[in-house]
DNA sequence: AGGACCCATAAC
DNA sequence: GTTATGGGT
């Protein structure tokens, strides 16, 4: 009975958000291989934001800029606010009450970070939906919108007209919107990043902040969603795209399970990917890891 | 020489 | 209830 796709929800994840912090303050940045660091004395600093440029050439997370600039010479480096001798991010967190706010206008709004936001799009996708007639859905209002898994046959590599394509493919399998039908969650799913993607459109006209998106029917499937097509991309993962995404999947991609908990499935249970973990019985699963984690 | 901070859950 | 631990940004 459609256990499981009852809800519509999205997390959205600003693309290396302090970077883009620093560029809207100095413009000069824009566009170049950029990094946000913190306390410039040991080894230049540790780095805690890289922009896309920057990660091209290898730069990472947790490295230090002096490593950091061997990888990539012409390296643009913004700073950390210091005061009491400390990081301060007040700057950052500022921006991301700017974010919020726009995004507040489409949905409620649960804050995970500093750069990110789940949000439960149901109750905005029925009413989006009776104002939409026939259902039928224009491919051009989804221009950034990935479907997880489509299109279904072709295994090239990922390009601008793969996308469409699986778009395309997508839009035209969806069961169309007759009055006192059940509405099908794929469909429920589609107006969920038609909705996205206008929210997304408007926090980079209000604050100049892009972002990428995860729209599935859980937090931990937008989750996992928002990661596979980044930046300023998102990605709708519907459930029957889901069996072939975990089959290779290491268990340690999922939230929550990135630590010593995923470790101890892996050793208790000797899988290594979410397919095989998928096969085991929630009572099982509770037997070796308890009531609530189980 | 990762640290500061936030959140969820477990343990007491 | 409070504290401790783990996971994450």
Redesign the pocket.
């Known amino acids: 009975m459609d256990y499981g796709k009852e809800r519509v929800v999205a997390l959205v994840d600003m693309d290396c958000f302090y970077v883009q912090v620093e560029q809207r303050l100095n413009p000069e940045l824009k566009n170049k291989p950029c990094v946000v660091a ?2 410039k ?2 080894k230049g600093g ?1 780095i ?1 934001a890289v922009s896309y440029e920057a990660r091209a050439h290898g730069v990472g ?2 490295m230090w800029v002096d490593d950091a600039k061997t990888l990539c010479p012409d390296l643009q480096v913004a700073r950390v606010r210091e005061s009491h001798g ?2 301060d991010l007040t700057h950052y967190r500022d921006a991301s009450v700017e974010v919020i706010h726009v995004m507040s206008r489409f949905a409620v709004i649960e804050r995970a ?4 936001a789940y949000m439960d799009l149901t109750s905005a996708v029925q009413q989006r939906l009776k104002t939409m007639a026939g259902g039928q859905i224009d491919p051009k209002l989804l221009k950034t919108t990935y479907i997880q898994g489509y299109p279904r046959s072709s295994t090239e590599l990922e390009t601008s007209e793969h996308r469409s394509r699986g778009l395309q493919e997508w839009l035209t399998s969806l069961p169309h919107n007759s009055s006192g039908d059940k509405i099908s969650p794929d469909l429920q799913l589609t107006v969920g990043a038609l909705i996205v993607e206008e929210m997304r459109a408007a926090v980079e006209k209000d604050t100049s902040f892009r972002c990428s998106a995860g729209i599935s029917h859980n937090k931990v499937l937008a989750k996992l969603a928002c990661g596979l097509n980044k930046p300023n991309r998102q990605t709708v993962l519907p459930l029957d795209s889901v069996p072939e995404l975990f089959s290779s999947l290491p268990i340690s991609k999922i ?8 470790a101890s499935i892996t050793e208790a249970l000797g899988v290594e990917n979410m397919g095989d973990l998928t096969q085991f019985s929630k009572a099982v699963l509770e037997q070796h890891f ?4 189980g």
């Not at 970070?113 to 990110?116: H, L, N, Q």
Request: zero cysteines; proline letters at 0%.
């Open positions: 913190q306390y004395t040991w540790g805690i997370r947790n400390k990081a970070s500093i750069d990110e939230r929550n399970l990135g630590g010593k908990l995923g308890g009531d609530k984690t």
